[in-house]
């Protein structure tokens, strides 16, 4: 999104599928501008880093980080059954740029 490209941002998708699954659901969607990555194997490794494995259930919490430049949590949020904002998301993050 063009309005996170001008404060310096960058987004990236995650899911536990693989590239294939990820590419097919982001072709379903009509095309997805920013980066998907696949947490595929070891399956969850990087949500679990993060802690937003749900391993019963096999799949990633939807989340939401900002990271900073140095690689530090600034800010998450968890989404059950809801999207992140991307109007709350931006303000957040213009908060955390100063």
Do not use: C, Y
Not at 57 to 80: K, M, W, Y
């Amino acid at each position: 999104m063009k309005q996170f490209d001008e404060k310096g941002a960058q987004l990236l998708g995650m899911s536990v599928d693989s590239t294939f699954a990820l590419k097919t659901w982001a072709t379903s969607m009509g095309g997805i501008r920013h980066p998907l990555i696949a947490d595929f194997w070891p399956h969850g490794a990087v949500a679990k880093s993060f802690d937003i494995l749900n391993a019963d259930a096999g799949i990633a919490n939807r989340s939401l980080f900002i990271i900073d430049p140095n690689g530090v949590i600034q800010h998450s949020e968890l989404h059950t059954g809801t999207l992140p904002d991307p109007d709350a998301t931006l303000s957040k993050l213009a908060e955390l740029q100063g």
